[in-house]
């Protein structure tokens, strides 16, 4: 039986922090980095992490299919905020999936994000039923490192198995090397880097070819039809270099997407590929592989199937939506690389009971309300009594999902008092076109919003509140606008 | 049917400490302030209270929980005393507390208490708390002026009055009450304001500006209740008695059902109607003297003058604008300067309304006082949220009115 994609799903955070911002603020320092200070790279809200992104790529990837049939979901992450709580399991929980299935991180490596999908789909060939496969990075740089240049922030997710695939997988190799061109040590922030003509010359142009040769071998594709190569590198000419060295067409190399996002770490094979499957037609042939202590390479072919695939916003529509940060201290902040006077508001204790969170979890994480046997209100938080005066039913409620739905602004305010990360606070009265409210906390509200009252909102996960105090975080849903900003420069 | 709380019940005595930023000051300092006051103007022994009601709001910020701190302040006779806490209707329920216990003949005589001590949190504005292990999971991260600003923006969609009338409706209430406080030597805020400064003062939370907000206060206020038999008895006169005392609490309508629109309030509107209707009072834009409402922001009091069914739907604006609610208007509302000007500490704000009233009623009310003697006052006291919370009314007036 044939094993594939089914369906893919992207996201790109909308603020794109400007390059030129960055280099201006450094060049004093080091002016090679005026070098770098080109395009713009995604740059997660306060509230976004791997975990809350790779939730946006599975809804997005999934949109309406039936979510019970999924049997795993895997997450790929090098920047995962829980080091020991599985990550794939709030993925898991957000999507509001059944509990019996198999959860799984994948990390340690920037070669995780292939190596998991390929995983996903050894396993899915075993099995009728699909694996969801998330990957997301939120990579923490140095101020002043390249890296903080040429990464960015976002997420893939496929759902892969049998059955009527998008793109059918034609073969898939590994070579597992232990070349140290950079490392992360235990505890440590930041990466530690080694010299870029070393790591060229004696990483990616040796250990690639390997891997990408093993695939074609065993697939017996001849390398000039090859239409898509996605190989997430921030060097374009690397890529190109490849490309020429294995024989695939110069039309083939993919847009490794550094001007207008920067390098997802793990995930940029995969938002590569999410990329090239948005832009494929049905005969293609994607070959994507990776670097980290050896190399993945799988190539794919697309099936007709593709052009049954609902739309969805993918990485082009993710691109899309977007607006132009030039607040490089904004940036600076949210990864606390700053030492900012937040007032005395935020030493608030946000201390989360784990029982409390245990016991709400369908309230916090999947965002279930209840809706009444008896009269049909939907409301939230679910209650054992029902909120409509004129029934009052005693437990009556049935679970009822509320993250899918579309509400609209009842009233909201801008907030300068309240602690906000990124004052002002935008919360307000959401109420979902199917019946329930709630008072919300808005997100990415950029500077273009006007927010309005009927105003349309769609729900995404995202970090409530970081306890810095124990190093956790919870997570919650908030209101942002559905027809988002598409402007700023 | 209940026969209600009308007239059963007279005000003996009353005190109000001076409302500001009393750095040198305890909470105990305040309450003894008030305290002696009230004691001095009930013209009785302290040994002659039966009970005793303390309210307070934060308590964690000053005197801690319990009774405790009351009875020690006042070094009370081991007297019952019971600590209560509704939000910033917390001085209204102990008030309550004191009026029901005489007015069911447990006691003769009962003390009401309020206190905050809100100025020793090291910033301005209301100490930022936990709001209960589950709430914090999701409810939205809202201050006061954020959870009341909405208001505005629900009103103006709903009665189309653009963003500019309403600030300046906004903006007329905020003079209004500084002109007010400006006569009033125990108000926090003494300064007189313009239309302009309100209007260009930094947003606080939109469309509330810093002049929006009132103050945060420290301060203490108390009432000695007992019957009109037993005032006369001591001596008493033209008696201030209770009318009316109702409480409405949200039941989760407004936060959970679509059926409410967050342009006003269903509760003072539930407790509107109880409270008119055990004082006797028919028309209300007629009969009601004065009005002390909850202006805890300008927006507030302007959607409160039609859930108090004083203005009619969508004539808030209008009825301020025109100067009706003004100290010199048709029922002046404020007219000691309010939350926003006399201050806001939460514990002693529902007690220092029905002060004012109680003074206006006696003539007492100095540079301030109306000329036209009151005979209904009505004071509006409300804690929490648009969404979410109490409010409490309390109607005082002359004795057979």
């Given at each position: 039986?044939?094993?594939?994609?089914?369906?893919?799903?992207?996201?790109?955070?909308?603020?794109?922090?400007?390059?030129?911002?960055?280099?201006?603020?450094?060049?004093?320092?080091?002016?090679?980095?005026?070098?770098?200070?080109?395009?713009?790279?995604?740059?997660?809200?306060?509230?976004?992490?791997?975990?809350?992104?790779?939730?946006?790529?599975?809804?997005?990837?999934?949109?309406?299919?039936?979510?019970?049939?999924?049997?795993?979901?895997?997450?790929?992450?090098?920047?995962?905020?829980?080091?020991?709580?599985?990550?794939?399991?709030?993925?898991?929980?957000?999507?509001?999936?059944?509990?019996?299935?198999?959860?799984?991180?994948?990390?340690?490596?920037q070669r995780?994000g292939s190596?998991?999908?390929?995983?996903?789909?050894?396993?899915?060939?075993?099995?009728?039923?699909?694996?969801?496969?998330?990957?997301?990075e939120?990579?923490?740089?140095?101020?002043?490192?390249?890296?903080?240049?040429?990464?960015g922030?976002?997420?893939a997710?496929?759902?892969?198995?049998?059955?009527?695939?998008?793109?059918?997988?034609?073969?898939?190799?590994?070579?597992?090397?232990?070349?140290?061109?950079?490392?992360?040590?235990?505890?440590?922030?930041?990466?530690?880097?080694?010299?870029?003509?070393?790591?060229?010359?004696?990483?990616y142009?040796?250990?690639v070819?390997?891997?990408?040769?093993?695939?074609?071998?065993?697939?017996?594709?001849?390398?000039?039809?090859?239409?898509?190569?996605c190989f997430p590198v921030a060097?374009?000419?690397i890529a190109?270099?490849?490309?020429?060295?294995?024989?695939?067409?110069?039309?083939?190399?993919a847009d490794n997407l550094q001007?207008?996002c920067g390098e997802t770490g793990t995930a940029h094979s995969m938002v590569m590929l999410?990329q090239?499957?948005?832009?494929?037609?049905?005969?293609?042939?994607?070959?994507v592989a990776s670097f980290g202590?050896?190399?993945?390479?799988?190539?794919?072919?697309?099936?007709?199937?593709?052009?049954?695939?609902?739309?969805?916003?993918?990485?082009?529509?993710?691109?899309?939506?977007?607006?132009?940060?030039?607040?490089?201290?904004?940036?600076?902040?949210?990864?606390?690389?700053?030492?900012?006077?937040?007032?005395?508001?935020?030493?608030?204790?946000?201390?989360?009971?784990?029982?409390?969170?245990?016991?709400?979890?369908?309230?916090?994480?999947?965002?279930?309300?209840?809706?009444?046997?008896?009269?049909?209100?939907?409301?939230?938080?679910?209650?054992?009594?029902?909120?409509?005066?004129?029934?009052?039913?005693?437990?009556?409620?049935?679970?009822?999902?509320?993250?899918?739905?579309?509400?609209?602004?009842?009233?909201?305010?801008?907030?300068?008092?309240?602690?906000?990360?990124?004052?002002?606070?935008?919360?307000?009265?959401?109420?979902?076109?199917?019946?329930?409210?709630?008072?919300?906390?808005?997100?990415?509200?950029?500077?273009?919003?006007?927010?309005?009252?009927?105003?349309?909102?769609?729900?995404?996960?995202?970090?409530?509140?970081?306890?810095?105090?124990?190093?956790?975080?919870?997570?919650?849903?908030?209101?942002?606008?559905?027809?988002?900003?598409?402007?700023?420069? | 049917?209940?026969?209600?709380?009308?007239?059963?019940?007279?005000?003996?005595?009353?005190?109000?400490?001076?409302?500001?930023?009393?750095?040198?000051?305890?909470?105990?300092?305040?309450?003894?302030?008030?305290?002696?006051?009230?004691?001095?103007?009930?013209?009785?022994?302290?040994?002659?209270?039966?009970?005793?009601?303390?309210?307070?709001?934060?308590?964690?910020?000053?005197?801690?929980?319990?009774?405790?701190?009351?009875?020690?302040?006042?070094?009370?006779?081991?007297?019952?005393?019971?600590?209560?806490?509704?939000?910033?209707?917390?001085?209204?329920?102990?008030?309550?507390?004191?009026?029901?216990?005489?007015?069911?003949?447990?006691?003769?005589?009962?003390?009401?208490?309020?206190?905050?001590?809100?100025?020793?949190?090291?910033?301005?504005?209301?100490?930022?708390?936990?709001?209960?292990?589950?709430?914090?999971?999701?409810?939205?991260?809202?201050?006061?002026?954020?959870?009341?600003?909405?208001?505005?923006?629900?009103?103006?969609?709903?009665?189309?009055?653009?963003?500019?009338?309403?600030?300046?409706?906004?903006?007329?209430?905020?003079?209004?009450?500084?002109?007010?406080?400006?006569?009033?030597?125990?108000?926090?805020?003494?300064?007189?304001?313009?239309?302009?400064?309100?209007?260009?003062?930094?947003?606080?939370?939109?469309?509330?500006?810093?002049?929006?907000?009132?103050?945060?206060?420290?301060?203490?206020?108390?009432?000695?209740?007992?019957?009109?038999?037993?005032?006369?008895?001591?001596?008493?006169?033209?008696?201030?008695?209770?009318?009316?005392?109702?409480?409405?609490?949200?039941?989760?309508?407004?936060?959970?059902?679509?059926?409410?629109?967050?342009?006003?309030?269903?509760?003072?509107?539930?407790?509107?109607?109880?409270?008119?209707?055990?004082?006797?009072?028919?028309?209300?834009?007629?009969?009601?003297?004065?009005?002390?409402?909850?202006?805890?922001?300008?927006?507030?009091?302007?959607?409160?003058?039609?859930?108090?069914?004083?203005?009619?739907?969508?004539?808030?604006?209008?009825?301020?604008?025109?100067?009706?609610?003004?100290?010199?208007?048709?029922?002046?509302?404020?007219?000691?300067?309010?939350?926003?000007?006399?201050?806001?500490?939460?514990?002693?704000?529902?007690?220092?309304?029905?002060?004012?009233?109680?003074?206006?009623?006696?003539?007492?009310?100095?540079?301030?006082?109306?000329?036209?003697?009151?005979?209904?006052?009505?004071?509006?006291?409300?804690?929490?949220?648009?969404?979410?919370?109490?409010?409490?009314?309390?109607?005082?007036?002359?004795?057979?009115?």
């Amino acid at each position: 039986m044939e094993v594939g994609i089914l369906a893919y799903g992207g996201y790109i955070p909308q603020s794109r922090l400007q390059r030129s911002e960055i280099a201006k603020a450094h060049s004093w320092f080091n002016p090679g980095l005026n070098g770098l200070a080109k395009g713009e790279r995604a740059m997660a809200n306060w509230d976004e992490d791997s975990v809350t992104m790779a939730v946006e790529a599975a809804r997005d990837c999934l949109g309406d299919m039936d979510r019970d049939a999924i049997s795993a979901v895997y997450m790929a992450s090098t920047s995962f905020p829980f080091n020991d709580r599985q990550n794939a399991g709030i993925v898991a929980d957000a999507l509001n999936l059944k509990s019996g299935l198999q959860t799984m991180d994948f990390s340690s490596s920037q070669r995780a994000g292939s190596a998991g999908l390929s995983l996903a789909l050894h396993v899915a060939k075993g099995s009728s039923e699909p694996v969801l496969y998330t990957t997301a990075e939120k990579r923490e740089t140095r101020a002043a490192s390249p890296l903080e240049f040429t990464s960015g922030d976002g997420a893939a997710a496929f759902l892969v198995g049998q059955g009527k695939v998008i793109a059918k997988l034609l073969a898939s190799h590994t070579e597992a090397v232990d070349f140290v061109d950079h490392f992360r040590g235990e505890g440590e922030a930041y990466d530690y880097s080694w010299e870029e003509r070393w790591v060229r010359d004696e990483g990616y142009l040796k250990i690639v070819p390997a891997a990408i040769a093993s695939v074609l071998e065993q697939s017996d594709v001849d390398p000039s039809s090859i239409t898509t190569f996605c190989f997430p590198v921030a060097a374009k000419r690397i890529a190109a270099t490849l490309a020429k060295q294995m024989g695939f067409p110069e039309t083939s190399v993919a847009d490794n997407l550094q001007a207008n996002c920067g390098e997802t770490g793990t995930a940029h094979s995969m938002v590569m590929l999410a990329q090239a499957l948005q832009n494929s037609k049905p005969g293609d042939k994607i070959l994507v592989a990776s670097f980290g202590q050896g190399s993945d390479a799988l190539l794919f072919e697309v099936t007709d199937e593709i052009a049954n695939l609902a739309p969805r916003m993918g990485i082009t529509g993710y691109l899309a939506r977007r607006y132009a940060e030039s607040n490089y201290n904004k940036f600076l902040a949210f990864h606390d690389l700053i030492n900012l006077e937040r007032g005395i508001r935020a030493e608030t204790d946000k201390k989360t009971g784990l029982t409390t969170l245990y016991r709400n979890k369908n309230m916090a994480q999947r965002m279930l309300g209840g809706k009444c046997t008896q009269c049909g209100t939907a409301q939230f938080p679910k209650s054992n009594m029902c909120v409509n005066e004129n029934c009052g039913a005693v437990h009556t409620q049935e679970d009822y999902p509320f993250a899918d739905r579309i509400a609209r602004v009842n009233s909201f305010t801008a907030d300068r008092l309240t602690y906000s990360p990124d004052p002002p606070a935008y919360y307000g009265m959401v109420q979902f076109e199917e019946g329930g409210r709630l008072m919300s906390d808005f997100t990415d509200i950029s500077p273009e919003s006007d927010v309005e009252v009927g105003m349309a909102m769609r729900m995404v996960f995202r970090v409530k509140d970081y306890d810095n105090k124990r190093g956790f975080r919870r997570y919650f849903w908030k209101a942002t606008p559905v027809a988002a900003a598409q402007k700023g420069e | 049917m209940a026969s209600g709380i009308k007239d059963k019940v007279a005000i003996l005595g009353m005190g109000c400490s001076r409302f500001g930023e009393r750095w040198n000051d305890n909470a105990e300092d305040l309450m003894i302030e008030a305290f002696i006051e009230a004691l001095e103007d009930a013209g009785i022994e302290k040994s002659s209270i039966d009970a005793a009601w303390f309210g307070t709001g934060i308590e964690e910020e000053h005197v801690g929980k319990s009774a405790v701190p009351l009875s020690m302040a006042l070094r009370l006779p081991n007297i019952p005393v019971t600590r209560v806490e509704n939000y910033c209707a917390s001085g209204s329920e102990a008030f309550r507390g004191a009026v029901y216990a005489v007015a069911s003949g447990a006691c003769d005589i009962a003390l009401a208490l309020g206190v905050e001590k809100l100025k020793d949190t090291g910033y301005g504005g209301l100490p930022q708390r936990n709001r209960g292990s589950v709430n914090d999971m999701f409810w939205a991260n809202a201050s006061a002026p954020g959870s009341f600003a909405q208001l505005a923006t629900a009103y103006s969609a709903k009665h189309g009055v653009s963003k500019e009338d309403m600030k300046k409706a906004m903006a007329h209430i905020s003079v209004k009450s500084h002109d007010n406080g400006s006569r009033n030597p125990k108000a926090h805020l003494r300064n007189q304001i313009n239309e302009e400064k309100v209007m260009n003062a930094p947003m606080i939370a939109e469309p509330l500006g810093l002049f929006d907000c009132c103050g945060v206060s420290d301060g203490s206020a108390c009432a000695i209740v007992t019957t009109p038999e037993i005032a006369k008895a001591l001596g008493k006169k033209d008696l201030i008695t209770v009318k009316a005392m109702q409480l409405s609490a949200s039941n989760g309508r407004e936060a959970q059902h679509n059926s409410w629109d967050g342009s006003h309030f269903v509760t003072t509107r539930a407790a509107a109607n109880r409270a008119y209707k055990e004082a006797g009072i028919t028309k209300p834009r007629d009969q009601v003297s004065l009005f002390e409402v909850h202006d805890c922001f300008s927006i507030t009091e302007l959607v409160t003058m039609e859930d108090l069914f004083i203005s009619d739907e969508g004539q808030a604006v209008n009825d301020i604008m025109n100067g009706f609610f003004d100290a010199d208007g048709e029922i002046p509302c404020q007219i000691d300067g309010g939350l926003k000007c006399f201050g806001h500490p939460i514990g002693a704000s529902g007690l220092r309304m029905i002060y004012e009233m109680y003074l206006q009623m006696n003539g007492r009310a100095g540079d301030r006082q109306r000329s036209e003697e009151p005979v209904f006052g009505m004071t509006h006291n409300l804690g929490g949220f648009p969404h979410q919370n109490v409010c409490s009314l309390t109607i005082v007036g002359k004795e057979g009115a």
